[in-house]
């Protein structure tokens, strides 16, 4: 029995990169183009449209996480963000050079880890939900099935 291969670490140095939510991929939601899944995941904090199309407009993902901590926080935000982000990263893989880079990871468990203590979307210091990672392995699936 072998053991299942991990990826932990979505960096570029990993070769991974694709993998995180500051990639740049474009994405298009409610008819507008958002440069990476983490600038439309902040905007999508608020209702407020001037909000969101400052966010959308960041410089880099970073900017936009940055942003997104001082929006109008919507009411429902618990109940929407896991399903919301898995719409992200499905837009985001249906990119066929990303699905095909997403579809090579096969079997890998993915766990996002980090060092900034994000035990929700992923893992830090051994301990966390990985939400991301396994969003990302059941768009890997939803990939897979529809391509049979």
Do not use: C
């Given at each position: 029995?072998?053991?299942?291969?991990?990826?932990?670490?979505?960096?570029?140095?990993?070769?991974?990169?694709?993998?995180?939510?500051?990639?740049?991929?474009?994405?298009?939601?409610?008819?507008?183009?958002?440069?990476?899944i983490e600038h439309a995941y902040q905007a999508y904090k608020s209702l407020n449209e001037d909000e969101r199309e400052i966010i959308r407009k960041a410089s880099n993902p970073a900017e936009a996480k940055k942003l997104g901590r001082s929006v109008t926080l919507r009411d429902d935000w618990d109940s929407v963000k896991f399903s919301l982000m898995k719409?992200?990263?499905?837009?985001?893989?249906?990119?066929?050079?990303?699905?095909?880079?997403?579809?090579?990871?096969?079997?890998?468990?993915?766990?996002?880890?980090?060092?900034?203590?994000?035990?929700?979307?992923g893992v830090c210091r051994g301990s966390g939900e990985n939400l991301l990672g396994k969003i990302l392995m059941e768009v890997r699936d939803e990939i897979k099935m529809r391509d049979l």
């Open positions: 029995m072998t053991d299942k291969k991990i990826i932990n670490s979505f960096t570029i140095a990993s070769g991974y990169d694709f993998l995180s939510n500051f990639y740049r991929s474009t994405i298009w939601v409610d008819g507008k183009s958002w440069p990476t719409s992200f990263v499905q837009k985001k893989f249906e990119s066929p050079f990303l699905a095909d880079l997403l579809i090579k990871t096969d079997d890998a468990e993915l766990i996002h880890g980090n060092t900034w203590n994000d035990k929700v979307w």
